[in-house]
């Protein structure tokens, strides 16, 4: 136990630096203007019509992902899957953190719009490669898709690819129902719904090196 607790300290390290890069890549994908990723359109719209911030509302979404775990679990649900609670914690003031960090940043053009959006994809998929390689904890929401895929025996991709749909779905209800028009749901939300697993892809592999030499016990 006490050989491995070096490796698993530097694993949730790894896992805290990429819920940094992601926090910031949710922060500069809503600076982007052109839609959020579909995981943070539902807590980007209910900040626009609630008192709650991003990274409260994204952690009040999360907490019910949990819940939703457990319900559909239940005697099967882990309990050490509770550790996405102080991940969404920690990733939902980040992320308010994030949003304040860079908003002296000014894109008014269409290409800076999409300069924005690009980065934040590449950052939220290096945050996702940090959370795979980490092998530690789930964010709620990809425990929820898993817990799903338990539950009613589906695969994993189209399970994923009906979550985010459904995501945006809900974003664009709320956007309409509070607000009268559309917002956090635009071109950005599609490329960034193709893109995040591509780039992810791509990224596992130098971290792929990275855990074989740093990471294994």
């Given at each position: 136990m006490k050989n491995q607790q070096p490796h698993l300290i530097k694993r949730y390290l790894l896992l805290a630096l990429g819920l940094a890069v992601m926090a910031?890549?949710?922060?500069?994908?809503?600076k982007g203007a052109l839609g959020t990723s579909p995981i943070s359109s539902v807590p980007y719209v209910v900040s626009?019509?609630?008192?709650?911030?991003?990274?409260?509302?994204?952690?009040?979404?999360?907490?019910?992902?949990?819940?939703l775990q457990i319900v559909l679990l239940r005697r099967k649900y882990d309990p050490v899957q509770l550790m996405q609670l102080p991940v969404a914690l920690f990733f939902g003031y980040l992320t308010d953190f994030g949003t304040w960090a860079i908003q002296g940043i000014a894109c008014p053009l269409y290409w800076q719009k999409w300069l924005c959006c690009v980065v934040g994809i590449v950052m939220?998929?290096?945050g996702v490669s940090c959370e795979v390689v980490a092998g530690v904890v789930t964010l709620a929401g990809e425990g929820l898709i898993l817990a799903i895929c338990q539950a009613a025996h589906t695969k994993f991709p189209?399970?994923?690819?009906?979550?985010?749909?459904?995501l945006v779905v809900i974003a664009c209800v709320l956007s309409f129902l509070?607000?009268?028009?559309?917002?956090?749901?635009r071109e950005g939300t599609?490329?960034?719904a193709i893109c995040v697993g591509i780039v992810s892809k791509q990224i596992n592999k130098p971290l792929g090196?990275?855990?074989?030499?740093?990471l294994s016990a």
């Open positions: 910031f890549g949710v922060a500069f994908s809503i626009l019509f609630t008192p709650l911030t991003l990274g409260t509302a994204t952690i009040c979404m999360h907490c019910l992902f949990i819940l939220v998929a290096f189209p399970t994923k690819v009906a979550f985010d749909v459904t509070f607000l009268g028009r559309l917002e956090g749901v599609v490329a960034a090196w990275l855990e074989e030499r740093f």
